[in-house]
């Protein structure tokens, strides 16, 4: 597992350090525009080797730092408002926000008010009751594919019935509060579950309430192909920052994580990095999952042989109850000394693995796996709907979000049999190249899909627990990569 971990955060270093941002861009420039950015790997391992727990046990954050990081928000979220045309939201962030320097707030409300006598003009322009209506349609497709193909239906459904709720006309559904009436419900459902990060976190310790880390703690290396399988996550980030400056690089760090196909961890990080597109990649993410047995296997096929198809693994240890007690624990502590930043997901996540294998907390490990995640599925669900109104959704970054997101998930799914592959290559070992391509995070659908292909070679072939160990490795490897991101450029 340390192999994993540190393999993943030196690939993201890498690669995310490619287009690593100076730090100068965390003030506003004196003349008002944008800074620009520019590629440098060692500023990109400068940066993570400072997020890391270790060093900050050595070297406490200062109020100086607090007081920057605090400012350089501020001056992202203010940027990310105006962009979007949101200049009431933008104006109401500079009010809000307490100990900032004159200077600085005056500079980013002289930059509001110019973006506002310039004018906004969105990538697509419809008239306001056309645009809704066509996201009334969007909804109901979404429950269609739903209900009747199946399609990631705990999610869609609510999500698609939460895009009819937030477009119709004078409801408010999804408004903030206004003076004398308060906002509606979906508002507070997105700001206290989703604006917080609460819902995909409680998701998440759910998931691991269900996860069973054996397949991995009895065959170790598989790990690397779970961590192989979020190379489609970087590669899509450098895509977007390439798309003719249409997506910022906080955008284009929230685009690439669709990659991992993990749903929860999408939502997460889009809802820090770039809440405007939050609803446009939470239909990419889940619609991609429910994609899996289509869009995967001639990847697999395409990239491996018949006789490597029909590769026959040993069966797996025992693996023992003390070792799943522990695996929990360890990666926690390894989260925090080296990323600090993702010890939320894999925090929870672990939190949950713990309660299912300690068995001394049945109550609550059933509560978590059942009970609690569906409530909190229907209430994200609707969170995620409530973001898709029509200025938000019809114009063409949904586009390429949608492309951006099928080419990180098929270049991860490559990755992960690719490896397998070198890795047969290099050990006497032999593994069966389809569950490389279990690495993304869709869990339990990739280990099937492998283990249906497997078949399809071998009828006496059969890997499905094989392919659950890079499966649930993929869990961990998605939510280490939004870790290493929002490390980066949060």
Known sequence: MKKFITMGLLAAAVIGGAVQVQAEEACCPADGAKAESHISIAKGFQKLGKETGIYRFFNPQTQEEKAAAYEAALVKTVEAEISAGHFHGAMDQIHKAHGIDQALRDQLTHQVEEAEAAGYEPPLSLPPGLGQFVMILVGLLLIFLAIKKGFEPLLLLPIGFGAILTNIPMAGISAGPM??????????????????????????????????????????????????????????????????????????????????????????????????????????????????????????RLLTTKEERAIEMKQLRHVSKTEKIVFPLLVLVLCLLLLPSATPLIGMLMLGNLMKESTVVDRLSDTAQNALINIVTIMLGLAVGSKLAADKFLNVQTLGILALGLGAFVIGTAAGVLLAKLMNKLSKDQINPLIGSAGVSAVPMAARVSNKVGLEANPQNFLLMHAMGPNVAGVIGSAVAAGVLLALVG
């Open 179 to 300: 003076p004398g009436q308060p906002a509606g419900f979906l508002y507070y459902f997105y700001t206290v579950g989703v604006e917080s990060g609460v819902f995909p976190l409680l998701i998440f310790m759910g998931v691991g309430a269900m996860t069973d880390f054996g397949p991995l703690l009895a065959n170790p290396k598989t790990a690397l192909l779970g961590a192989a399988a979020q190379f489609g996550i970087f590669i899509a980030l450098l895509g977007a920052t390439f798309m003719g400056g249409l997506f910022t690089l906080e955008d284009a760090a929230a685009i690439g994580i669709i990659g991992g196909a993990d749903g929860p961890t999408a939502i997460f990080l889009a809802s820090r990095l770039s809440p405007n597109l939050l609803g446009a990649i939470a239909v990419a993410a889940y619609s991609y999952m429910a994609l899996v047995p289509i869009i995967q296997p001639p990847i697999m």
